[in-house]
């Protein structure tokens, strides 16, 4: 059955209907937003290469979650900058370091709040690469296990309510269930970043989190770009390990993957809506280029279109509070034609 007895316009007549029919939705409770917390005072530090985004010394940071509070989102994911590093990332256990610190003000602050702290060793190491050097300067995969461990179950001692191992060695999901189970921290779920590429999109992001590597690149240990079918099998190991939630990252560039993985698996899926992604649309935002607010709900959109249930984004805030307008101004913007109604008398 073809036009004109089809009209597809028809479910597309207002808001009021193209909000009923809507195929996906896109809510703050999907959003996770990352935050960067550093050593010192008095500090609030724009990440230039990121506008709008922010180092926070811990003085500093409950104004920061008061504010992500007010706008509901749910969870925050915890990037630590320490004063100190050493070979072998010693500062990422610390009791007293300075995602351990975070976790503990954040709680005081809004015990609520989903605190999830990333575990890898990049930040805390002299020479950026997330795992134990070997003299050939490659990175010893099992060396590198149990100081993930460690600092998974120092973030849990602290207070975390979950997990992201983010460093892509093999086998460090299952080390990391292992650990936290025989602490006594069974219930702590791990959110992994199981499809994590090699990619080109992480730029500004080492700047914020000061986590460049000293030499050398991270291909030896994150993804090919170029691979799909990888994704696959790293998502089947990491579920065989204990995750409790995949994640692919980046996003934009992989949307194909992100629906590759949801109708494979039947977890939960995240999408990390990375750094150099944020900071093209704020370029060209700046620029007068695009329309932000648009361009970036039609992004996030078509992440949960492609299949992610929590995007892990910087345009969060931003989103919650387009979102809440939205809600707040929905209105038929085209009126029904009543011209030819007619008052009627009904007798009782």
Known sequence: MNYPTRRPRRLRLNSVIRGMVEENHLEIKNFIYPLFVVEGKEIKKE???MPGQHQFSLDKLSYEIQE???????AVLLFGIPS???ETGSEAWNPDGIIQKAIKIIKKENPELLVITDVCLCEYTSHGHCGVIEKNGMVNNDKTLDLLAREAVSHADAGADMIAPSDMMD???GRIRTELDSRGFQNIPILAYSVKYASAFYGPFRE?????????DRKGYQMNPAN?????LESDLDIEEGADILMVKPALAYMDVIQKIKEKFNLPLACYNVSGEYAMVKAAAQKGWIDEKRVVLEILTGLKRAGADLIISYHAKEAAVW???GTANLK???KPDRSELKPVKIKV
Request: no cysteine; net charge neutral.
């Open 171 to 173: 086998g460090r999901v």
């Open 228 to 232: 799909s079918r990888e994704a696959v």
């Open 332 to 334: 038929f913007e085209q």
């Open 68 to 74: 992500i509070s007010k706008l509901q989102i749910p």
């Open 323 to 325: 979102l809440k307008e």
């Open 208 to 216: 914020a989190a000061e986590s460049t590597p000293q030499f050398g």
């Open 47 to 49: 990440i230039p290469s």
């Open 84 to 86: 100190y590093k050493d």
